[in-house]
């Protein structure tokens, strides 16, 4: 049974610190892996998805690299901004099964 | 852009009473699923649909029904409320073949008494 761990689950950092999100799975046979952002009170918005033959993808500030075969996947974040405080959730989703399997997430705060 | 609208976004209900919670999405997604998510846990998926007709069980099934008359939409039924149902429920949707990131709802919160 695949399970995804996020440590630490609370992380706080200075303005304009750059800063890694890590995430660990359990089982390296994986479809993708998605990383999420979730602001209180709302739903999930998908920041980034790695394939599973893929090694990292990039959208602006943000970065995820993903190693298989040591079960584990970071987001790092540039230069960070107090609007980047939320929870970032990372799920991955198996081969041969439709539902993702997500960690519990790592609450982000930036200090003005 | 309304992208997947969940409704109502709160509900109160009382022990044995039953309920949908409405989700539709407008981006012709074959994939839905229902996810609850609760302190500490994660997010457990309940039911999916890979297309419209369609429903499979997730993790979590138990006193819960779906259906899938159509691709727009995918509600969730409540049969008879528990306390252990009190959560944040959430609808998603995402491309056929899982080729695209999953986009979520903003939740509906249902509390239980």
């Known amino acids: 049974k695949q399970e995804v761990t996020q440590i630490p689950a609370a992380l706080s950092v200075p303005e304009g610190e750059n800063l890694v999100l890590n995430c660990s799975f359990t089982?390296?046979?994986?479809?993708?892996l998605q990383w999420f952002r979730q602001d209180p009170g709302k739903g999930l918005t998908s920041l980034l998805l790695?394939?599973?033959?893929?090694r990292e993808q990039t959208s602006g500030r943000l970065n995820a690299s993903l190693d298989k075969s040591s079960g584990r996947s970071t987001l790092y974040i540039a230069a960070s901004q107090p609007g980047d405080s939320a929870t970032y959730l990372c799920?991955?989703?198996?081969?041969?099964?439709?539902?993702?399997?997500f960690g519990t997430g790592t609450r982000l705060t930036i200090i003005p | 852009n309304a992208g997947v609208t969940q409704t109502p976004k709160f509900q109160v209900l009382k022990t044995g009473q039953s309920m949908t919670l409405q989700c539709a999405q407008d981006?012709?997604?074959?994939?839905m699923s229902w996810y609850r998510q609760d302190p500490g846990m994660g997010l457990r998926l309940i039911h999916y649909?890979?297309?419209?007709?369609?429903?499979d069980q997730g993790e979590v099934p138990n006193g819960y029904n779906v259906s899938r008359s159509t691709t727009e939409d995918f509600p969730l039924r409540l049969l008879s409320a528990a306390p252990s149902q009190t959560s944040v429920y959430f609808c998603?949707?995402?491309?056929?073949?899982?080729?695209?990131?999953?986009?979520f709802g903003d939740g509906t919160r249902l509390s239980i008494l």
């Open positions: 998603a949707s995402m491309p056929g073949q899982a080729i695209g990131p999953q986009h």
């Open positions: 981006m012709n997604h074959e994939y």
């Open positions: 089982d390296s046979a994986i479809y993708n």
């Open positions: 799920a991955v989703k198996d081969f041969g099964n439709e539902k993702l399997t």
């Open positions: 790695i394939q599973s033959s893929q």
């Open positions: 649909s890979v297309g419209a007709g369609i429903t």
